[in-house]
């Protein structure tokens, strides 16, 4: 790892952001009203395009420190960075019109997303405890308000202050086992924290109680159980919009941030943590799955869908193997893509005064909308694992890094429980495709052809891309192997 004292160009990503996140802002008061929507808009998804090539360009094989140690460039921030711009990019225009319809597309909202994305930034390429930090707070405080844009409605602001409340308790936890770390080995770093505690021998209380304490607080920030309580109120909740942003990009920064914190800086309390992510998992996978059938709102089933998908994802993890996790990095990957094409079809459905949140609102699209109910259908098979989808990949390759950790019986209950939470994702097909349509009248599509044009990209994708899956399986064996 090559040292450099004060080293900008390693977040000149984030620098480039946040300079131009002020831009849009300035614009935005000047700019005439005919001008705002259409200028911020474009300019974000160039912010965004133009960071993605930044990264690009300037990743290196080696990893390099900067800011005197704050932060880290290599190859699994780079890769984490350019997923995180790109699938935010992504909801934006997806957004667009949703947002513009109910009112709150305006500069502010722009600037929260980009400042929100640069939050992401900072967690993935961390190398010190209160650089994390910074990077948790600030894309926390931004989706608090990003949540609560749409103050007209009730349910809106309520899952703004639940979403406020919790995540306050959950940083503060997070801060205080940071906290004890930092008392406990004397330093910040989180390099020399995996250092420092190798010294302790087993089992150390204190040291135990920070362990806890940093592992509640990453397992609320993704949503596992038990710490999961958030997650079905804010989704169905907040806008469909803020909900896309929500569920696709945060669940990379989180998997940064778990890799730093875990699988570098705690990689010596690893039989302690596993037991701990062994239980969250499990626990995640069948709650989640067993639950989500219940559910009528397909916002609320995407919750509970998330909610056991981070319980795949915490199985790479769990594995404690350069297997297991280019295994979470490649499902974390693939589950932003999917998600994200999941709420642009939700989102090209809904249009003002009529939200497709119920699962009923999909009856019969095949009869009026045959093109969008396939891309539908793509996806849910790739979040229900089935072949020849990448989502099938997924699973399969985070199963096999637990069997090869020793830990098969682990595997087979995920398996199982998989299989029983493929019934809610099948039930949407089948209620697209043999039921007819509501009374009500046609479905009516509500997206421009920019949005039908990416929306088919990336819902072909989770089937096209599957003969290539190797190529990004190697990227991320190759990420993984920087740490």
Known sequence: MSLATVDIMVVLPEIVISVMACLVLVLDLYLPARFRMQTGFVLTLAILLAATLIILFSSVSDSVVGLNGMVV??????????????????????????AIERGFWRGEYLVLGLFGVVGMMIMTSANHLLTVYVGVELLALCLYAMVGMQRDSVSASE????????????????????????????????????????RFGPP????????????????????????????????????????????????????????????????????????MLIAASLFSIVLGNVVAIAQKNIKRMLAYSAISHMGFFLLGILSGTALGYSAALVYILIYGVITLGVFGVILGLSRKGAEANQIEDYKGLNHTHPWLAFLMLLLMFSLAGVPPTIGFYAKLSVLQSVIKADLAWVAVVAVIFAVIGAFYYLRVVKIMYFESPADSGEIQLNCGNSQRLVLSLNALAVVV???????????????????
């Open 465 to 483: 891309a599957m003969p290539w899956i190797g190529i990004l399986v190697d990227i991320c064996n190759q990420a993984v192997a920087s740490l």
């Open 204 to 275: 150390d209380l204190p040291l135990l109680l920070a362990l806890i304490l940093v592992v509640v607080g990453l397992l609320f920030k993704i949503g596992a159980v038990p710490f999961h309580m958030w997650v079905p109120d804010v989704y169905d909740g907040a806008p469909t919009s803020t909900t896309l942003f929500i569920a696709a990009a945060p669940k990379l920064a989180a998997c940064g941030m778990i890799l730093r914190l875990l699988a570098e800086g705690l990689e010596g309390l690893f039989q302690t943590w596993q037991e």
């Open 159 to 198: 899952a703004a202050m639940k979403l406020f409340v919790l995540g306050a308790l959950a940083s503060g936890v997070l801060l205080y086992g940071m906290s004890l770390l930092y008392g406990l080995t004397g330093t910040l770093m989180i390099s020399d924290i995996s250092v420092a505690v190798t």
């Open 73 to 98: 460039k290599d190859r699994i921030s780079d890769l984490l960075k350019c997923g995180i711009c790109l699938i935010s990019a992504g909801v934006f225009l997806y957004s667009r019109r949703y």
